[in-house]
């Protein structure tokens, strides 16, 4: 877990520290009018302790309790630091008042004590919603647990927080009669200003450390996932490796596999989909490499379902691929294939020797009905496009587009 | 003809040794670097012919050095190199000025031709991508913008479909009842067109081609 530390410029970009500070300020600024316009000058003293102190209290120690309250370990010191020194800068500043003080403190400690209160029960309600994030859909339907389970620490809180409130009206009550209304507004607004001064760091700083863990379990999920997939993959295929060295076709073959493998799922296609043409022309592919030594390319460009007609026009690919692997050994193979739902292109080429088209053997002229026979059978095409020394191309088209024009 | 002079840039010290084994024969490689700032250093030192350039690489990736040569005059021809092979890699890198784009499982063979075909000006579109250059031309209408650079004449387009099928540049000189040159110079035209339209941002380019933010995967 990181913490800010460093100098003022950092720190501004805390939403905590920012809050802090100008709480500080706006504290500073009502306390200073309050006693400034009290006792007039000659509690100049007075003012120069405050303007002293109080940016100590924003600038430092209110940070610095934000800081300690995002690790666990520390809370009570961050609680107790401020406390003290605002226990002692009301101490100095109301000597004459035993009694005021000690009540005030007691408000005071109520009070921070139900904003801590508060603070962890938000946290805690972050924290829910961060694993329910992350929780499939389905799962957020089907759990079972006390999600909506009663506030009892935040309703304890917010009354502390009240009783507070109630107790320091009641100390500073008997001077607020004979004060105007100017002084019953200072009152409020320094007290107001101490609340916020407490209390929003610790709610930043709880909503904070939700969003942390909520994003540190985000990564350890996603961590997991990728762990997983590796380890069934890539380690997998490397101990296979160290296994078969002595056997050169082997390892490429491994590699290859593997290596297709890895960028379909880099690509986002966590395994090669069956139920779509493009999922089927790649493991078409792959499995014509694995049975024939053969290395194939292929770019596949748009996407469309899988059915009967696309079934055929897979199994002429395959054919057309087994032909260019057997006639056009050693020779690169590549497949480009254009697919749309209104219609699909597929384009087999190997580099090999080629054929006389008007001179076919009769067991190849098998082949290539099974090729054309069977796209005619599902109302396409196939042409097969060959000249000796220059290779040959397959073309095998579903719907009357013709995607070279397209 | 002089020997080729490449300087390699790769951030895998291991890949630059297989690639400098096997271009021992053909090229001369006058300069090696591993991250963006030697990389710049190294091609104004030697001022090789090619640069084989690796998409990604630290402190920018293979584009802040495309960018830091764009628009001056006597700048080497470069060929963009990665094992990745998704869209998203290979356009902007093309579109940045490299005149060709392989992947690191190319044969040395293949790697040779392409060297020597940037080395002379020319473009080298592996079919891999002629067919998402197709596709990234090939947009629905409405998303298309009506500027003329943005389109592929009807030549330009079988062309580039015949790359993508695996055809060299002789036979699709035969095929279309072209020469070969005038392949290279359909090629190259797609090329430029690729690289100045720049209306856009190359990222809102790619997306709107529906080259990007396609797959579920980009979104993580």
């Known amino acids: 877990m990181s913490v800010v530390r460093g100098g003022a410029p950092q720190r501004w970009h805390d939403p905590a520290w920012r809050a802090t500070a100008m709480t500080g300020a706006t504290l500073l ?216 060295a002595s056997d050169p076709v082997a390892v490429a073959r491994l590699a290859r596999h593997q290596e297709r493998a890895l960028r379909a799922w880099m690509a986002g296609r966590p395994e090669l989909r069956s139920d779509t043409l493009a999922g089927a022309l790649h493991a078409v592919v792959e499995e014509v490499e694995r049975e024939e030594t053969v290395d194939v390319e292929v770019t596949v460009i748009g996407d469309r379902m899988l059915d009967d007609v696309g079934d055929a026009l897979v199994g002429a690919a395959r054919e057309a691929l087994r032909n260019a692997a057997r006639h056009a050994a050693g020779a690169s193979v590549v497949v480009f294939a254009e697919l749309a739902a209104d219609g699909a292109s597929v384009w087999v080429r190997d580099a090999g020797p080629g054929f006389d088209a008007a001179a076919v053997a009769p067991e190849r002229r098998g082949v290539r009905d099974a090729i054309v026979g069977r796209m005619a059978g599902v109302g396409g095409s196939a042409t097969i496009d060959s000249t000796p020394g220059e290779g040959t191309e397959v073309a095998l088209r579903l719907s009357a587009a013709d995607g070279e024009r397209r | 003809m002089s020997r080729c002079r490449v300087v390699l840039v790769d951030d895998h010290a291991l890949f630059r040794a297989g690639v400098r084994a096997e271009l021992a024969g053909t090229c001369e490689i006058v300069g090696e670097a591993a991250t963006p700032a030697e990389a710049i250093a190294a091609i104004v030192a030697s001022a090789p012919d090619v640069v084989l350039l690796d998409v990604h690489l630290p402190d920018g990736g293979g584009q802040a050095v495309l960018e830091a040569f764009r628009g001056i005059a006597p700048a080497p021809a470069f060929l963009a190199l990665s094992v990745s092979d998704a869209p998203e890699d290979v ?51 409405q998303q298309r913008a009506d500027d003329e650079l943005d389109q592929l004449t009807p030549r330009e387009r079988e062309v580039l479909h015949h790359l993508a099928r695996g055809y060299p540049y002789k036979q699709i000189g035969v095929r279309l009842g072209i020469s070969p040159r005038t392949v290279e110079t359909h090629v190259g035209a797609v090329l430029r067109k690729l690289q100045l339209s720049s209306r856009h941002e190359a990222s809102h380019w790619a997306t709107s081609r529906g080259l990007l933010g396609a797959d579920p995967g980009a979104d993580a």
């Open chain 2, 91 to 141: 356009v902007p890198m093309v579109r940045a000025g490299a005149r060709g784009y392989v992947t690191k499982t190319i044969d040395a063979a293949a790697l040779i031709d392409a060297i020597e075909r940037v080395r002379h000006g020319d473009a080298y579109f592996s079919p891999r991508l002629a067919a998402f250059v197709l596709q990234a031309f090939s947009a629905p209408e």
């Open chain 1, 29 to 244: 600024a009502a306390l200073g009018i309050a006693l400034a316009a009290r006792d007039g000058a000659p509690r100049l003293a007075a003012v120069a302790l405050a303007a002293g102190v109080l940016p100590v209290i924003a600038g430092v120690l209110g940070p610095g309790a934000v800081r300690a309250l995002r690790e666990p370990g520390r809370r009570p010191i961050a609680v107790a630091l401020p406390l003290t020194i605002v226990l002692a800068l009301v101490v100095v500043t109301r000597m004459e008042r035993q009694r005021d003080v000690v009540l005030l403190a007691i408000a005071l400690l109520s009070a921070l004590g139900g904003l801590v209160l508060v603070g962890a029960d938000l946290h805690q309600r972050a924290q829910r919603a961060g694993h329910r994030a992350g929780r499939s859909p389905w799962q957020q339907m089907t759990t079972t647990e006390r999600m909506r389970a009663f506030p009892w620490r935040g309703v304890v809180g917010a009354l502390l927080v009240a009783w507070a409130a109630l107790l320091s009206l009641g100390v500073v009550g008997p001077h607020v009669r004979a004060a105007g209304v100017g002084s019953i507004a200072i009152v409020l607004l320094v007290g107001l200003a101490g609340l916020a001064l407490v209390g929003v760091p610790v709610l930043v700083g709880a909503a904070a450390r939700g969003d942390r863990e909520r994003l540190a379990q985000a990564r350890e999920d996603e961590r997991q996932r990728v762990a997983a997939h590796l380890h069934d993959s890539v380690l997998q295929t490397l101990s296979l490796v160290q296994r078969q």
